[in-house]
T-cell receptor
Framework: DAKTTQPPSMDCAEGRAANLPCNHS???????VYWYRQIHSQGPQYIIH???NNETNEMASLIITEDRKSSTLILPHATLRDTAVYYC????????????FGTGTRLQVTL | KAGVTQTPRYLIKTRGQQVTLSCSPI?????VSWYQQTPGQGLQFLFE???????NKGNFPGRFSGRQFSNSRSEMNVSTLELGDSALYLC?????????????FGQGTRLTVV
């Protein structure tokens, strides 16, 4: 699985958009980009995933660059409950359910 | 529908003992994966079971083992516990363990070895 690089921490004001970047410059053609988050002391929670097209669901939007070497997770209106560690994971088709977590980005949403 | 259920939530064991943790996946999910989370190493993949067979294994010693039953429930066992095994153990289930499915995690079992 390709390696990912994320900033260790970010701050965001409540109500503003949180844009979390992820670099995955060694991604290969059949690897997907997944985002999970982990709120303190809870199990990780799936957010969104994509291959090459931008994706949106009720939680967030995922923007993948055309060369697929980086992506951005967007939380459109961050709330205090979005404070968590966000993990960007690149997942190869052949590794079934195995998720390789990096160190993630600790997002702090403040008033 | 009910989420992934892990039992017990908290456990304290003594060095040298063994421990068994349980995971009940979401109904209809056939893939169960286990992860260990420690402050030093982060979240690390232990193994995955699908249809009662271990399909994938992480880089952990043989003291860590698991199994899956015909109803997809899974157990993991750690023998000869060491202080370093203190961690949050997380279980995740998915429909069929293929690339396009998301994993649903339980709340975890926090194991403390003293």
């Amino acid at each position: 699985d390709a390696k990912t690089t994320q900033p260790p921490s970010m701050d965001c004001a409540e109500g503003r958009a949180a844009n979390l970047p992820c670099n995955h410059s060694t991604i290969s053609g059949n690897e997907y980009v997944y985002w999970y988050r982990q709120i303190h002391s809870q199990g990780p929670q799936y957010i969104i995933h994509g291959l090459k097209n931008n994706e949106t669901n009720e939680m967030a939007s995922l923007i993948i660059t055309e060369d697929r070497k980086s992506s951005t997770l967007i939380l459109p209106h961050a709330t205090l409950r979005d404070t968590a560690v966000y993990y960007c994971i690149v997942k190869y088709t052949g590794t079934a359910s195995k998720l390789t977590f990096g160190t993630g980005t600790r997002l702090q949403v403040t008033l | 529908k009910a989420g992934v259920t892990q039992t017990p939530r908290y456990l304290i064991k003594t060095r040298g003992q063994q421990v068994t943790l349980s995971c009940s996946p979401i109904s209809g999910h056939r893939s169960v994966s286990w992860y260990q989370q420690t402050p030093g190493q982060g979240l690390q993949f232990l193994f995955e079971y699908f249809s009662e067979t271990q399909r994938n294994k992480g880089n952990f010693p043989g003291r860590f083992s698991g199994r899956q039953f015909s109803n997809s429930r899974s157990e993991m066992n750690v023998s000869t516990l060491e202080l370093g095994d203190s961690a949050l153990y997380l279980c995740a289930s998915s429909v069929a363990g293929t690339v396009n499915t998301e994993a649903f995690f339980g709340q975890g079992t926090r194991l403390t070895v003293v």
